[in-house]
Nanobody
């Protein structure tokens, strides 16, 4: 059974940084692109960042380019999201997905981790 657990969320002031982690277990994930999504109150879940199976290719939503960096450690079945220069509009629950095709999620979700950015 696949299990996904996000961590690293919290409350931060605008301009601050956070690093999210997504630990997955239950199968081998190194053959799949993985990524991060977010969902703000009253809004649909949206794509944030994705990373290729090997980690040598990354892609981002326009609203986080040059601020967020996605990375992965396949030995640990873990994906990370380094978030810098956070803005109040980044406030959302952030979710990890274990299987991406381009920006579309097809894998398992975790429970999410809340990010709140105060102005």
């Amino acid at each position: 059974q696949v299990h996904v657990a996000e961590s690293g969320g919290g409350l931060v002031q605008a301009g601050g940084s956070l690093r999210l982690s997504c630990a997955a277990s239950g199968r081998t994930f190194s053959t799949y692109a993985m990524g991060w999504f977010r969902q703000a109150p009253g809004k649909e879940r949206e794509f944030v960042a994705g990373i290729s199976p090997s980690g040598d290719s990354t892609y981002y939503a326009n609203f986080v380019k040059d601020r967020f960096t996605i990375s992965r450690d396949n030995a640990k079945n873990t994906v990370y999201l380094q978030m810098n220069s956070l803005k109040p509009e980044d406030t959302a629950v952030y979710y990890c997905n274990t299987e991406l095709i381009e920006t579309h999620p097809f894998g398992s979700w975790g429970q999410g981790t809340q990010i709140t950015v105060s102005s």
